[in-house]
């Protein structure tokens, strides 16, 4: 592959990037929609990873029907400026987790937070959010 | 084996893909089991097979999904693929090749043929019209429900859509009553053209016509305003129902209460002359006689229990439907015709025989 095929790859990978996140977002707004997920993957409390625009935009959506325990992000902190959810870090979550699903929210680095959580978690627990808002339910 | 599909085959809008495909999997796993399938839903591609998921990965991509499936393809020493056909670009080419270049045989589908007056983005129009003109050099096999002997320079096995007649509750004839129940069900787009019905009840009545007709329109879709605004222009609110999607219990309820089902009248909108819509096997398994305006590959018009009509915009004439009907009440044992012409017509073993048989060769 050429240095130009390459690059158009680049750029089609950022842009479904792009359109699955606002995609995303938008199912995120439909409240009805987040409650039957929740009741289809037996969610009652969770973390969410990720501290960015789909992670807040996710506890925003589902706090008040489900117990969101925190959002997890590296840094231990929010990429967005929003007050009132509790972050924490990896370390901490470790030091807290009692078995609860974990929403993986970054799209471009899901595949590596995936591999680093289900080192020390049952990767049944780990759920990408496409795949909770609209992905298939293993009964 | 693996069945390819990258949509999301168990969602509400997919009933009827999810049932053709399983159909198809029915008959496929007679010689090739285990025939796996793929679904792609929330950014997620799936490997599944009897139900379950075996695998599931993240593609957010065209290419990603390609290439966890090849991966798949690798891991359960797959040497046979059936294709539902998602448009051409260069990843969907390299993904051909590549099955070619492992002695992988496939088959692909085109659900439907013309299509291109069926995509309304102008980008992926584009792409596919370029790519595809390369799928003959990775391709030896595609299958159609045209009844033509190549797309797109790939030779091609004709295809009718299939019905399980297991699946369909036997159609209970209506006492006559003076009135007569027609049903549409149907997702209601541009080419059902049910608003030639509407059009002709219309005209029917503008004559002074006497005979109670009902149109009961079960289904939603983006034409649904615009049969809704043409009943309430003509005045015909005591004549045509609109129902709403309906399953189930409900929908064969519907069906018993009704003597003609419509099939699709509007597919001179899609410049289209000839098809075999599932529809058509749908009403044909249930034994509901029905009128319907094409060439269809599983009828020639002259069966007892269809009325082929022009395939135009022209109104359905009224008269035309009463006449069918009262030949109907004629002979009441067309219910058993249709279902036995369905039984033969219409089994996927019958339809795909072509295709096994290039799998076996």
Partial sequence: MNFEEELFDLYVKDYRIESSCYNMMGRMLETEWMKERLELFHIQSLYIYGGGYLGVQLYNAIHTMVDVKAVVDKNGGLSVNVKGIRAISFDDLMEEYAGEKIIITPVKYYQRIKDDLSKRIDEKQLLFLGEFLEGMVEQ | ?361
Avoid at chain 2, 179 to 192: E, G, N, P
């Fill in chain 2, 1 to 361: 084996m693996i069945y390819i599909i990258l949509v999301d085959l168990f969602s509400k809008g997919y009933i009827g893909i999810k049932k053709k495909v399983f159909a198809q999997i029915k008959v496929f796993e007679k010689k090739f089991s285990p025939v796996y399938y793929t679904s792609h839903s929330g950014q997620m591609v799936y490997l599944m097979s009897d139900g379950k998921i075996l695998e599931k990965e993240l593609a957010i991509t065209k290419q990603e999904c390609n290439q966890w499936i090849l991966e798949w393809i690798k891991k359960y020493g797959i040497q046979r693929t059936y294709i539902r056909y998602n448009m051409s670009d260069k990843w969907f080419i390299e993904f051909i090749k590549e099955l070619k270049g492992k002695n992988v045989k496939s088959v692909l589908e085109f659900p439907t043929i013309p299509y291109d007056a069926e995509i309304s983005n102008n980008r992926v129009r584009i792409e596919d019209q370029y790519y595809r003109e390369q799928l003959a050099a990775y391709l030896e096999q595609c299958t159609t429900y045209l009844n033509c002997d190549t797309v797109f320079g790939i030779p091609c096995i004709p295809l009718i859509n299939g019905v399980d007649l297991e699946e369909y509750p036997v159609h209970n004839i209506r006492k006559p009553d003076g009135t007569i129940v027609l049903i549409a069900v149907a997702a209601m787009s541009y080419w059902h053209g049910y608003e030639r019905v509407i059009e002709g009840m219309a005209d029917y009545y503008a004559k002074n016509g006497t005979v109670n007709i009902i149109l009961r329109l079960v289904g939603e879709g983006t034409e649904t305003d615009k049969y809704l605004q043409l009943t309430e222009k003509y005045q015909l609110q005591e004549h045509v129902e609109l129902l709403g999607r309906i399953e189930g219990e409900k929908l064969n309820r519907l069906y018993d209460e009704a003597d003609i089902a419509i099939g699709v009248l509007g597919l001179y909108k899609k410049n289209m002359t000839y098809a075999t819509p599932i529809k058509s096997g749908d009403y044909c398994a249930r034994g509901i006689p029905f009128v319907y305006g094409y060439d269809d590959g599983g009828f020639s018009g002259e069966e007892s229990y269809v009325l082929k009509v022009s395939n135009d915009s022209q109104p359905i004439n009224m008269k035309e439907i009463i006449d069918f009907y009262n030949q109907l009440k004629k002979h009441n044992f067309y219910v058993d015709d249709m279902r036995n012409y369905a039984s033969q017509k219409y089994t996927w073993d019958i339809i795909l025989e072509q295709v096994m048989e290039y799998y076996t060769e």
